[in-house]
């Protein structure tokens, strides 16, 4: 999960283990290309998604839903004209429709690690691990494999 102060306050974390960034999905027909493109018009989140404070300074209109499969179907019956939100849920839910596309620069960063409840000892075994695969080479096939593009270099801090 991505990584925040209000997070850390809760919870845990590994070192970061992936960087993603906010942008948006749209019908592959439309004339967005960021999400400063969507001013006024209805854009879909979950609630309580990081990505809403970005949608509303952007002036859109938040559609705000359980789900983020409610958003692709709110995109694909005209309800919505984007979701916005982090690249890797955003690259998902492009998979499913073909009508669909990502676009536009990243407007946030956003680290992600392993979320872990308060257990010191575990985090510093989760990091050993990690590093362990970042030295290995084991991150970076893992990341070609699944990702289908090398590991950028920033994925490699600890």
């Known amino acids: 999960m991505m990584i ?5 306050k809760r919870e845990d974390f590994s070192s970061v283990c992936f960087d993603e960034h ?12 960021s999400l400063a493109d969507l001013r006024g018009q209805k854009v879909c989140s979950t609630s309580g998604a990081t990505s809403i404070a970005k949608i509303v300074a952007a ?15 709110l995109l694909q019956q005209g309800d919505v004209a984007a979701i916005s939100t982090d ?21 946030t960063n ?13 985090v510093a075994s989760v990091n050993a691990v990690l590093e ?4 290995d080479g084991q991150w970076s096939a893992s990341y070609a494999h699944w990702i289908g593009t090398p590991a950028p270099a920033e994925e490699y801090r600890s």
């Open 4 to 8: 925040t102060c209000g997070r850390l």
């Open 22 to 33: 906010q942008r948006v999905l749209v019908l592959r027909n439309s004339k967005a290309h």
């Open 59 to 73: 002036n859109a209109i938040l559609v705000p839903v359980t789900y983020w499969t409610d958003c692709l179907m």
């Open 87 to 107: 690249d890797c849920i955003l690259k998902g839910l492009e998979s499913l429709d073909p009508r669909t596309e990502l676009r536009g620069a990243p407007v």
């Open 110 to 122: 956003e680290p992600y690690g392993l979320a872990i409840n308060n257990h010191p000892d575990f």
């Open 132 to 135: 362990q695969l970042r030295t």
